[in-house]
T-cell receptor, first 113, second 116 residues
Framework: EAAVTQSPRNKVAVTGGKVTLSCNQT?????MYWYRQDTGHGLRLIHY???????EKGDIPDGYKASRPSQENFSLILELATPSQTSVYFC????????????FGSGTRLTVL | AQKVTQTQTSISVVEKTTVTMDCVYE???????LFWYKQTASGEIVFLIR??????ENATVGHYSLNFQKPKSSIGLIITATQIEDSAVYFC?????????????FGSGTQLTVMP
C-alpha cells in the first residue's frame, strides 16, 4: 500500500540546535510538501519539491531548509532551531497533475526548548 | 493572493443528522480546484472530496457532498447521516493555477463533534 512515512514521530530539541525531519514516500509521486500545523492557522506550507533535486519555498520558509535527494525522500532541516518552531510538521506527497490528491504522513511533533 | 476562510471554529451535531460546514475562498484564477480533508483525533489527515471549478455539478462521495456556489466563492461540505466516527477537524483547501504555482492553500479548519 502506498504510504508516506515520517520520522521521528516526536522530537525534543534545544534552541540553536540542528533538527532534521525525514519523510519517505512509496507513492512514486513527483511532488512532496512540508507543512506545519499550529492552532488557529491550519496547515501552512513551508517547502515543496517537484522532484529529485528540486526544492521550492512555500509561504513560511524562513528558518527552514529542504532537501530532496531522491524521488522517495524529502527532508526538512532546521539549522538553528528556535522555540517559535515548536509545532506539528506534516509531510505529504501528491501527483500527477494540478488536481492531485495529497497523501499525508502521520506528523512529527517538534518541541524546541 | 489566494485565501481560504473557514469561519466556523467548531460545530456539534447529534448522530444521524445532516451538517454543513462552510468555506469561502479568494482567487483570481479562472480555473481552480477545491478540496476537503479530514483530520482524525489521531492526527491522520485524509482526502475526502474535490470540486473542479469548471464543473457545475456538485461532487458527491459516499455520505459527503459539496455545495459549490461559484458566484459566492463558496464551497460547503455536507455530511448526511452523521456518525460518531465523523468527529474530526475538517479542512477546506484550494489550488489555483496561476503563475505555475501548485501550492495548496488550507483554511484553519472546523472541529466537528458528533454526539450520540
Amino acid at each position: 500500500e502506498a504510504a508516506v512515512t515520517q520520522s521521528p514521530r516526536n522530537k525534543v530539541a534545544v534552541t540553536g540546535g540542528k533538527v532534521t525531519l525525514s519523510c519517505n514516500q512509496t507513492n512514486n509521486h513527483n511532488n512532496m510538501y512540508w507543512y506545519r500545523q499550529d492552532t488557529g492557522h491550519g496547515l501552512r506550507l513551508i517547502h515543496y519539491s517537484y522532484g529529485a533535486g528540486s526544492t521550492e519555498k512555500g509561504d513560511i520558509p524562513d528558518g527552514y531548509k529542504a532537501s530532496r535527494p531522491s524521488q522517495e525522500n524529502f527532508s526538512l532541516i532546521l539549522e538553528l532551531a528556535t522555540p517559535s518552531q515548536t509545532s506539528v510538521y506534516f509531510c505529504a506527497s501528491g501527483g500527477p497533475g494540478s488536481a492531485e490528491t495529497l497523501y499525508f504522513g502521520s506528523g512529527t511533533r517538534l518541541t524546541v526548548l | 493572493a489566494q485565501k481560504v476562510t473557514q469561519t466556523q471554529t467548531s460545530i456539534s451535531v447529534v448522530e444521524k443528522t445532516t451538517v454543513t460546514m462552510d468555506c469561502v475562498y479568494e482567487t483570481r484564477d479562472s480555473s481552480y480546484f477545491l478540496f476537503w480533508y479530514k483530520q482524525t483525533a489521531s492526527g491522520e489527515i485524509v482526502f475526502l472530496i474535490r470540486q473542479d471549478s469548471y464543473k457545475k455539478e456538485n461532487a458527491t462521495v459516499g455520505h459527503y457532498s459539496l455545495n459549490f456556489q461559484k458566484p459566492k466563492s463558496s464551497i460547503g461540505l455536507i455530511i448526511t447521516a452523521t456518525q460518531i466516527e465523523d468527529s474530526a477537524v475538517y479542512f477546506c483547501a484550494m489550488r489555483g493555477l496561476s503563475s505555475g504555482s501548485w501550492q495548496l492553500i488550507f483554511g484553519s479548519g472546523t472541529q466537528l463533534t458528533v454526539m450520540p
